[in-house]
Nanobody, 124 residues
Framework: QVHLVESGGGLVQAGGSLRLSCAAS????????MGWFRQAPGKEREFVAA????????YYADSVKGRFTISRDNAKNTLYLQMDSLKPEDTAVYYC?????????????????WGQGTQVTVSS
């Protein structure tokens, strides 16, 4: 089992920045990849960014490319999402996820473990 806890969400004005953190505990040694997803009210959960834990290769949704940066700290077992130039359409609950399976990491079905989510609200 892997336990994930997100933090860092909040209210920010358009153009501002936030950094989300996701602390992982438990069987983290088996992690293949971790990712961030988000879900806005009335919408499907969507992929935001992901990182392969060992090689640190990163992947982004087109909607956030150039504005968001995913990174990890192996020593702290923590995943980050730096969000810059935020837009009102970035408003959503952001979820951290982890998987030990070698599946396409841009899809939510690839992930076995999920955090509780953290709210990000961007005002115009």
């Amino acid at each position: 089992q892997v336990h994930l806890v997100e933090s860092g969400g909040g209210l920010v004005q358009a153009g501002g920045s936030l950094r989300l953190s996701c602390a992982a505990s438990g069987r983290t040694f088996s992690t293949y990849a971790m990712g961030w997803f988000r879900q806005a009210p009335g919408k499907e959960r969507e992929f935001v960014a992901a990182i392969r834990w060992i090689v640190s290769s990163t992947y982004y949704a087109d909607s956030v490319k150039g504005r968001f940066t995913i990174s990890r700290d192996n020593a702290k077992n923590t995943l980050y999402l730096q969000m810059d130039s935020l837009k009102p359409e970035d408003t959503a609950v952001y979820y951290c996820a982890a998987t030990a399976r070698r599946l396409p990491i841009g899809t939510s079905s690839a992930y076995d473990y999920w955090g509780q989510g953290t709210q990000v609200t961007v005002s115009s």
